[in-house]
């Protein structure tokens, strides 16, 4: 037995010894009987809102009824997909109707209702808690219909309102975007959604920088952005108090990058999150708020001056308290001299850990002068305070919508702010001799970059303005990443694609990139135009996580077929407009075939599809449905595949839980009751080798490669199990490959991914 085994024994037999010791029955005291179920009353919590009049007359029952309440379950699907109406028609004309006078554990479910504020109909609400929907025998076709839409990024599980905030910014296409505090990255999602509201358009002229100060979570934020498929999105890690600016090229010249919109979402002690946070009910105090404010207020300071003129700003929170709030934004438009901007109520006193109120600054004893601030209390100059509109600010109470709790204000910069008047200056490139660059993320050599930095700095300090920070490299935490590292111009890596995929003059392959600086290239990533200026001008002021999107990789058989690189389904709808050549259009039971058949033979498909494959040669394709409109049973939305053509086979290079929604949309049925082990938490190794048994020893070399390379590209963390070939077949744990990560990570001995979350996938090779 393996040492997990061991310890999970071990620590059972503690807890039974436990039961026993305490005079329970083994399994019916201790651990073994379950955690205590949590009150939620918190005495301190109810006297400090009722006193502080945050919650209308007569509505205090309802309020407090309300957050005792699970919280239900919200659906949010993604806007800019030309396929949303398919998934929307599909949930409601099939999923939905089954709900229809089904009890779970004696409850009537609500048919799921749409959010009348979200637009067309993309975001809906039901009854169901997220624990019932998981636990239910009768809601497994739907919960499996939502994991897996989640994981394509069809469909985004988001609190109602915590979609507010990115409704709020109305984004265009054309904004340069800051996320702040974007982990876990759902409200990123929206604003990448947005940022791609024209489909015909691939590289739209805006972005989104998503930032976390968490490293751990800014990798959870870079596997929802994945989901989406954007060229527009990077992810960074910085403390977002002290973000730093960033510098883009501008006509030859360096300037300063402003953003048009920023979604400042703070973190809070989160009392507007306690219906799906129930630890909050025992945990809360006054000092939470009072902690937490002065950071709110440094991150929205820094929001601000990041801001362009007449830009938007959303300061939001999952907090009811008016410290983390109102303050706040009085704070902040105070410090600007702000009384036009756009802001509700006002707030008043502050009430420590004891219950004791506090009604002006004057009145905080000198030892608490530290962690209670003049900026927690309200302005006192009443036409100063009017000026501020702070009315409009808005406050979501759980009872009056059926929500969790939530704040927001909008806030437009109308001139700098009064500490930074003086625009940062800009450097001028008197030649283009002067951009030297090294093939790696196009930095600046030394000594032409030293020279420019200390010659403006010098300048700056003179004229009292901002300019570039020192040349003192920046001190980075976490993981260490993989370089950035841009195409020349003449690499000869990027001819024979163009040349097999004739890709049009117009492609901009000056925004392809790899993640390596030596040896082969096995994979290409692409970046739209404006986030490669931001990367080129930037690479040692941030950190960046992970950008770009990936769209070809390299194949170990494909020079023999004429290029190296075959297409990546992940950035298959970005590539599509530029290819020519390469490209069969299919029926749909042609596509129905290859959905559901690992490598079919060409004799399978129309005559049609077999007459265009035996045309072309082999190698990577595009597989493309167009729907017909005289059928409207069928599928009408387009479809584009990476496809293999093979001498005797074609097969689709397609993540299962893509395969699986585009089958959905066609109307057949994929639902898979669970077994037995796929509802285990944990596997032992005798589980392991019966897995091992079960595999195929006669599998091809070239189908576990395939098998390996389509996990990969799903986003599937890999476990790779390397086997001897002896008569006992012995398994041994290898390599963990995280899709997170973007490269093989040791994990330790863990079953999961501890950057993703998600469990390892195990692939079998024999020695």
């Known amino acids: 037995m393996g040492r997990r085994a061991r310890d999970r024994r071990r620590q059972q037999q503690q807890r039974q010894e436990r039961g026993s010791d305490s005079g329970g029955g083994g399994d019916q005291a201790g651990w073994a009987g379950g955690y205590p179920e949590i009150v939620k009353e918190n005495e301190l919590f109810e006297r400090y809102y009722r006193e502080l009049g945050i919650v209308p007359d007569g509505e205090w029952g309802d309020f407090m009824a309300a957050l005792r309440e699970p919280l239900p379950a919200t659906l949010r699907i993604t806007g800019y997909r030309s396929h949303a109406r398919e998934i929307l028609h599909c949930l409601k004309e099939k999923y939905f109707k089954e709900l ?143 973000i730093p600016n960033l510098q883009i090229d501008v006509d030859g010249r360096k300037e ?207 004229e009292g303005v901002c300019g570039p920070p020192p040349s003192k490299k920046m001190k980075l935490f976490g993981f260490k990443e993989d370089p950035f590292v841009f195409l020349p111009e003449d690499d000869p890596l990027f001819l024979p694609i163009q040349k097999f995929y004739a890709l049009d003059p117009s492609f901009p392959k000056m925004n392809l990139l790899t993640r390596t600086q030596e040896g082969k290239k096995r994979q290409l990533y692409m970046v739209s135009k404006e986030l490669r200026n931001v990367l080129l001008n930037n690479s040692e002021k941030m950190k960046v996580i992970n950008t770009g999107i990936k769209v070809w990789s390299r194949n170990s058989d494909g020079e023999q077929f004429g290029c190296a690189f075959r297409l990546a389904q992940e950035g298959i709808y970005t590539l599509y407009p530029f290819i020519h050549e390469r490209i069969i259009n299919v029926c749909i039971e042609d596509v129905k075939i290859l959905l559901t058949q690992e490598n079919p033979f060409l004799s399978k498909f129309s005559s049609e599809t077999q007459k265009k494959v035996k045309d072309m040669a082999m190698g990577s394709i595009v597989l493309k449905y167009d729907p017909d409109p005289t059928k409207p049973d069928d599928l009408q939305c387009p479809i584009l595949l990476c496809g293999w053509q093979g001498k005797t086979s074609l097969r689709a290079f397609v993540p299962r839980n893509e395969r699986l929604h585009y089958l959905r949309m066609m109307g057949v049925e994929v639902f898979k009751a669970k077994r037995k082990d796929e509802e285990s938490e944990s596997k032992t190794e005798e589980e392991v080798q019966h897995r091992l048994a079960q595999t195929e020893e006669g599998m091809d070399v070239e189908d576990k490669e395939h098998d390996l390379v389509t996990k990969m590209e799903a986003g599937i963390a890999v476990l790779f199990v390397l086997v001897s070939s002896g008569p006992e077949k012995k398994a041994t744990r290898g390599t963990r490959y995280c899709p997170s990560l973007g490269q093989r990570q040791s994990h330790g001995d863990a079953n999961i991914c501890v950057a993703c979350q998600t469990e390892f996938h195990h692939v079998y090779f024999y020695r």
């Open 100 to 242: 229809e006078d089904l009890e779970v554990d004696g409850q009537k479910v609500e048919m799921p209702q749409s959010l009348s504020w979200y637009p067309e109909e993309l975001a809906w609400h039901t009854n169901l808690s997220r624990k019932i929907l998981r636990k239910s025998p009768q809601l497994e076709k739907f919960h499996q219909f939502l994991v897996s839409e989640t994981e394509c990024g069809n469909i985004s599980r988001q609190e109602a309102v915590s979609m507010i905030p990115p409704l709020l910014l109305n984004v265009n296409p054309h904004h340069k975007i800051l996320d702040m505090c974007a982990a876990p990255g759902s409200k990123t999602a929206q604003l990448i959604e947005m940022l791609h509201a024209d489909m015909n358009d691939p590289f739209p002229k805006g972005f989104v920088i998503a930032n976390d100060v968490d490293n751990k979570r800014c990798y959870l934020l870079v596997h929802q952005a994945k989901r989406l498929n954007s060229p527009c999105i990077m992810v960074v890690n910085h403390d977002a108090s002290s």
């Open 256 to 462: 300063v990058l402003f953003y048009d919109r920023i979604l400042c979402d703070v973190p809070c002690s989160g009392d507007g999150t306690m219906r799906k946070n129930i630890d909050v009910w025992k945990k809360w105090t006054t000092q939470n708020s009072l902690q937490l404010h002065g950071l709110q207020l440094r991150i929205a300071t820094r929001g601000v001056e990041q801001l362009a003129e007449g830009g938007r700003m959303v300061y939001s929170t999952c907090s009811l308290n008016p410290i983390e709030n109102e303050a706040v934004i009085a704070s902040l438009l105070e410090k600007s001299q702000g009384e036009n901007s756009q802001g509700g109520e006002t707030f008043s006193s502050v009430m420590l850990k004891d219950g004791q109120w506090l009604e002006e600054w004057k009145d905080v004893p000198s030892n608490r002068q530290t962690q209670i601030r003049p900026t927690m209390f309200p302005v006192k100059d009443e036409e100063k305070l009017k000026a501020m509109n702070l009315e409009r600010c808005f406050r979501i109470l759980p009872h009056h919508q059926n929500t969790g709790g939530f704040f927001v204000a909008v806030l437009i910069k109308k001139s700098p702010m009064p500490w930074n008047k003086r625009q940062p200056k800009v450097i001028s490139f008197k030649g283009a001799e002067m951009l030297t660059f090294n093939n790696i993320s196009g930095l600046f050599l030394e000594s032409k970059k030293q020279e420019l930095q200390n010659s403006d700095t010098e300048q700056s300090k003179k």
